[in-house]
């Protein structure tokens, strides 16, 4: 079956490193590939979205590389910073389907 | 205020009783969604609607049931509720595909359940 999941459950990283998150997918027809952010006691919120035809996206301190080849997909933080410390899902969008989540990696931000 | 605000927060309840968590958005999204979330098991879905007159199950429907009454209202109810229903849960939006590239969804904050 079709699955979204994580190599790492948990990701400990001084602050003012690079952070990296990543996630292993397995329907190579899925449109768009999503990172969330989920905060202590808050919903997921949406950090960057790239496109299946794409390799890289950048964001704000975010960079989202994506390797068709190997079906995986990783989130960058650069300079962690202690308000990074949050719960991260990728999501795989299949287009007219609901999004299929992976089980998050927990970053925890050392000061 | 929030987009998408769900009620109540925080629940407790017993086995057996009958639970509706509510979920309202003023994002103007055809698309519903909710979301159950353990520890380790990630977010998997209950069910969700692409419009008021669609309702579809989720991987986890069983012991649940929805009513999206508006475009704005989407309802999730636990008919009988069990001890293994405790979980945080969430309800999402968004928007028609095709309008915005990604479905990107957006979350309430999210309602605590635990039945005892």
């Known amino acids: 079956g079709e699955s979204v999941g994580l190599h790492l459950p948990t990701l400990s990283v001084q602050e003012g490193d690079n952070s990296i998150i990543n996630c292993a997918y397995s329907n190579s027809a899925s449109d768009y590939f999503i990172w969330y952010k989920q905060e202590s006691g808050k919903g997921p919120q949406f950090i960057i979205d790239?496109?299946?035809?794409?390799d890289k996206r950048q964001g704000q301190r975010v960079t989202v590389l994506l390797n068709k080849t190997v079906k995986h997909l990783s989130l960058q933080i650069a300079a962690t910073q202690p308000g990074d410390s949050a719960v991260y899902f990728c999501a795989e969008d299949s287009g007219n389907t609901p999004l299929v989540f992976g089980k998050g990696t927990r970053l925890s931000v050392i000061a | 205020d929030a987009d998408v605000t769900q009620t109540p927060r925080n629940r407790i309840t017993k086995t057996g009783k009958r639970i509706m968590l509510e979920c309202s958005q003023t994002k103007g999204h055809d698309r519903m969604y909710w979301y159950r979330q353990d520890p380790g098991l990630g977010l998997r879905l209950i069910y969700y609607s692409f419009d008021v007159k669609d309702i579809n199950k989720g991987e986890i429907s069983d012991g649940y049931s929805v009513s999206r009454q508006a475009q704005a209202k989407f309802s999730l109810s636990l008919e009988s509720a069990i001890p293994n229903q405790t979980a945080l849960y969430f309800c999402?939006?968004?928007?028609?595909?095709?309008?915005?590239?990604?479905?990107?969804?957006?979350f309430g904050a999210g309602s605590r359940l635990t039945v005892l």
């Open positions: 999402a939006t968004s928007d028609r595909i095709g309008t915005s590239g990604a479905n990107v969804l957006t």
């Open positions: 790239i496109r299946s035809n794409m």
